[in-house]
């Protein structure tokens, strides 16, 4: 079996169950999500939920009864499970050699992890049925598919309040939004933009488009879900330096789609970030 270990927002938390969900397909073995981790980090909670996920949840309690946390490798039900930290934030070649009955631990963002799963991970990442959308959601989701739609999405939030989370990694600017904007517009006709953000009154008052668009600000933190369901169902994707977008974008299944990325996701230096970017996205 392979245990992964989850934390932080949706998006790390989708990287986790990816990377986990490719190394127990390779060894046709289950996998555990390890959600202890949202007893004490209350920035965010466990949001795969609403997914189809091919894995089960284990909290603290049951890991503890399963694991001795004190030795290098833990007893599991007479199995020998190996800890393995993400080492570095690129990708990491000794990926394909980690073993069955790992224990991972890291973030693990880029697809180089699980592309090869791609479309069972499209399949697996959506929402597991349309009742779980509201009336609001299924009227903007309706304009979507009417028109060659493109998704911006502004990330704020704690990239803003916390002051140590703003100095790692910043928030994309307004000149960025308008870069993209005429670039895209460049390539391909959008005809509606759809806006999300954590921060829609600040969105509404800053960002100045020229462009028909759609604020779409119905849906609060608890419905994030829905929110992710709508921006990977547009036809295009302005993403910001956050992993939540990224995902949209990335499970965006339509074959002639644009996204746009910012160059640089970290305001600090100290990570390399080669392999977060797909080879196909464009780069501002």
């Known amino acids: 079996m392979v245990i992964t270990k989850l934390v932080g927002g949706l998006g ?65 039900k007479k199995r020998m499970i190996t800890p393995v930290n993400e080492s570095q934030f690129s990708y990491n070649l000794e990926f394909s ?31 597991s049925s349309n009742s779980m959308l509201s009336d609001a959601d299924r009227t903007i989701l309706e304009k ?54 954590d921060d829609p009154d600040w969105v509404s008052k800053n960002l100045e488009l020229e462009v028909p668009f759609t604020l779409v600000r119905h849906n609060g933190p608890e419905r994030n879900y829905a929110d992710f369901e709508l921006m990977k169902s547009c036809n295009h994707q302005i993403i910001a330096n956050s992993t939540f977008s990224w995902w949209a974008a990335w ?16 305001l600090s230096n100290e990570f390399d970030t080669k392999d977060l970017i797909p080879d196909n996205w464009l780069k501002i």
């Not at 986790?16 to 920035?43: C, E, H, M, N, V």
């Not at 009955?101 to 959506?126: A, D, H, P, T, V």
């Open 251 to 266: 499970l965006n299944n339509d074959m002639n789609k644009i996204v746009v990325a910012p160059k640089r996701w970290f």
């Open 12 to 76: 790390n938390q989708l990287f986790q169950y990816a990377a986990g969900r490719s190394l127990s397909i390779k060894y046709d073995s289950s996998l555990l999500l390890d959600i202890s981790s949202f007893d004490t980090y209350t920035l965010h909670k466990f949001g795969l939920t609403p997914f189809q996920l091919k894995a089960d949840v284990i909290g603290y309690k049951t890991l503890v009864e399963l694991l001795d946390v004190e030795k290098k490798c833990f007893a599991f």
């Open 97 to 127: 050699s980690f073993h069955n009955n790992s224990y991972l631990k890291g973030y693990w963002q880029s697809e180089k992890y699980f592309l090869n799963i791609r479309q069972l991970l499209i399949e697996e990442i959506s929402i």
């Open 144 to 197: 979507i598919k009417m028109t060659n739609s493109c998704s911006i999405h502004l990330r704020r939030g704690d990239y803003i309040s916390n002051k140590s989370t703003n100095e790692v990694h910043g928030v994309c600017s307004l000149n960025y939004y308008y870069d993209a904007i005429l670039k895209l517009s460049e390539l391909t006709k959008i005809d509606h933009f759809f806006i999300f953000s």
